[in-house]
């Protein structure tokens, strides 16, 4: 018994994660991309009918489709590029030592951390037109008010911020640890140069860091691309279709109509749409690197 | 000399400047959870005022969040140490034998994005009669969690050197007993991050939750989401609901940080 | 019985031969070591006697059980490598009685041999440390000390000592030997060091491209080599190689090249009768070269001097080929100087051509 598994050991290890990951990951998405060939719907009694791409046909003349398309492009560029520009920033800011580091990095946890329902309800007070934060400050600021979520132009913003709040420490602690593994030479030598600060940060620095910031960008891009539980629960996709991203969109297909057949075919093009960027990602940090 | 010390004292505000809008809001959260309604909706907002528990007295009394508490913990311990029993031997075989195909269906599993299984999963657990069970919950909230132990774990084993288990083969030890004996308790700080996270990413679930559970095994943030669907929201009890999902989060947070940021970040930087 | 055989051990990885026909039989108490440069086959050949490869084709016996299918576990050796690959996360005490806890072997004999094992190597007083506090040297002992713990039939040793400092390594060098006389253990020692392989070894085993180049005592490795890579590779200095002609002339055998002419010894004539006017190569070891201020029949011109101490080092031109002679302390003319030389041809060899194999 013991020979037996220690020779078939590169079998055996692995074998339990492989039947999970394919009958939980595998079989899943081969059975969402049958049934957005079918009918299937839960409101109706009639038998599942095998319908061909009719769902995907009715999907690309679907204005709300392309609307959400458009709406996760929206959100994830703002908030992406926000993070990523805030959090090189307080990286650089606390790429020193002082006491308190750890504690300050830890402040940086919290949000990352802290579970976003919770944080999207508490927002959603800030948010409040009359009650909240939001407003207040804006007023002690001297600035008009914003109806923030209940909004059409500023719902998608407003939700971005969230992020942003969440999200920007990631940024900001990825660069951390890229800057605390820089090699020391080129500084030393930039010194020997007579390079002055900026252009340190400018000539040896952000060279040296970007593969670490792409990194981050596209971990971070990834993620926002797929965000559900902030914009459910905060707008749950609106006011109208406002805040109608991409998976609230297959979501509230699936289980607010519960049309599983059009619901599918929404997901698959989801699939399609963050496994193309990311091999499109992998291919442009390759040919990059070469 | 003296202009250092100004600049000194520049940075240390920046620093705080930095920090406050981060912790802003969840320092007014656990605020907001001991004012009462009219306390709440007040403004300018009330920075001085008598606390009450009122709302801690009604998520616990009135909304039973002991029960969703518990809930949370069992789906997210068990979630975490069953991906650990089947992710680790995997990752250890990734890392050893080069299983790239393995490794790459793993990294997948990642990148994906959760929905995409919902609606099999509603479908495939609703025939089966397991909605609403601690089998469902537990295998849809592994599905986060294995492919992120795996990969940090795949990490973890490639540092370590494979000398180490030949020199327990000839010691005496069968491949697997030397996976036990030498490679596991060498690999306590992977295991903790990823575990770490593990257990977090599980605690937060909010989707697969939202479509699988139902009230016998309602986790917390699904019950903190019920409370906005009344028709008057009590902000209060909200906000109290809030700091009792986030605290286990963040005192297991402070407790490992080390480890949190090294699971965050891992894979990010090289070398 | 504590023979180690390996027959006709062939390994390939994904086509590539790594090692070819390794065939070797060492006797109970020997100590073999296998020399030869990186990527030779030294360490996978060892490999596949501990078990950690599997062979090819070919069979291993180990105490005259045949053992070529069983885990390392079943095969009665024990390993130091070349990182020491101690257990981090347990002291020095359990790094060592680790093998003796797996067999069973009831504590109070764990006891006993672990504290011999440390007392015979000075690491008594480290026993409860963990390996990161030690040093190169001590970490070193650890590792030969979880090997004699187990009193296996064989030791297997990989470039044990490429990992310390020149002078540790020396002190060590010492210590295995001495090990070995009080022990008595058969014992592969695999390493690309020839001072070592001379220095310690009953056999010295020499391999090339996964292929043995010679197996002998080290004097016969030194005096006699197989072939022009073994000796290359032992001795230091390196032996020089000078390509020539083999001429048949009235007054005997020559071996010539533009301005130089060496005459050969009689007896050499029947070996090479096959040769003549052919291109041989001529290999002479530093010290066989016999350099004089004047008189010699081959004049060289002197580029560096080195003087060692002990000995001086002359890098000297003669007929276009460079040549390292080894000269007496006292000896040191003047860079640029031209001095004259003459070869021992007693313990010079000639070597074919193309093959490198030794004709004299």
Known sequence: ?290 | MKQKKHMDYLWYGLVLLVAIPFIFPLAWIVLASFKTQAQIVTTPPLWVFTPTLENYQSVFVDQQFGKFLWNSSVIAVGSTLLSLIIGLPAAYTISRYKQKVLGVFILLARLMPGIAYLIPWFILFTKLGMVDTYTALIASHMLVGLPFIVWIMVNYFDGLPHELVEAAQVDGCTLQSAFLKIVLPLSVPGILTASTLSFLFSWNNFMFSLVLSSDRTKTLPIAIYNFVSYAEVSWGSVMAAAVVIILPAIVLTMAFQRYVIKGLTAGAVKG | MKKVVCEHIVKRFEGVTAVNDFHLEIADKEFIVIVGPSGCGKSTSLRMIAGLEQQTSGDIYIGGQKVSDKPPRDRNIAMVFQNYALYPHMNVYDNMAFSLKLQGVDKKEIDRRVREAAEILNIAQYLERKPKELSGGQRQRVALGRAIVREPAVFLMDEPLSNLDAKLRVQMRTEIAKLHHRLGATTIYVTHDQIEAMTMADRIVVMKDGVIQQIADPQTIYDKPANRFVASFIGMPPMNFIDCRLEKREAGLWLVRETMAVALPAAWAERLSQRFGQQVVLGVRPENIIPADAGGPLAAKVEVVEPLGAETLLHVRLDGQSLVVKAGPDYQPDEGQTITLSFDMNKAHVFDHETGTTIV
């Open chain 1, 1 to 290: 018994m013991e020979r037996f598994i220690e020779r078939n050991i590169k079998w055996l290890f692995p074998l339990p994660a492989a039947v999970f990951i394919v009958s939980m990951m595998a079989f899943p998405v081969a059975y969402t991309i049958w049934v957005s060939l079918t009918d299937w719907s839960m409101t109706s009694s009639s038998a599942v009918q095998f319908v061909g791409l009719k769902n995907y046909i009715a999907l690309f003349n679907d204005p709300r489709f392309f609307n959400a398309v458009k709406l996760t492009l929206y959100f994830t560029g703002l908030a992406v590029s926000v993070e990523t520009v805030l959090g090189v920033g307080i990286a650089l800011i606390l790429n020193r030592e002082f006491k308190g580091k750890n504690f300050v990095k830890g402040i940086l946890l919290l949000p990352m951390v802290a579970t976003p329902v919770a944080i999207g309800l508490a927002w959603t007070l800030f948010y409040e037109p009359t009650i909240g934060l939001g407003n207040y400050a804006l007023q002690l600021l001297g600035l008009p008010a914003s109806k923030w979520l209940a909004s059409n132009t500023s719902v998608i913003p407003a939700l971005a911020i969230v992020d942003i709040w969440e999200w920007t420490p990631m940024v900001a602690l990825i660069v951390l640890a890229g800057l605390a593994a820089l090699p020391h030479d080129p500084y030393e030598a930039a010194m020997v140069d007579g390079a002055n600060t900026w252009q340190v940060f400018r000539y040896i620095t952000l060279p040296l860091l970007s593969p670490t910031i792409l990194v981050a960008v596209v971990l971070r891009g990834i993620d926002a691309f797929k965000t559900f539980d902030i914009i459910y629960t905060m707008t749950a996709g609106g006011p109208g279709f406002a805040s109608e991203t991409l998976n609230i969109y297959a979501y509230n297909l699936g289980f607010g109509y519960f049309k599983f057949g059009a619901a599918s075919s929404a997901l698959v093009a989801l699939l399609a749409l963050v496994l193309g960027g990311s091999l499109l990602v992998l291919w442009m940090r390759r040919t990059w690197e070469q």
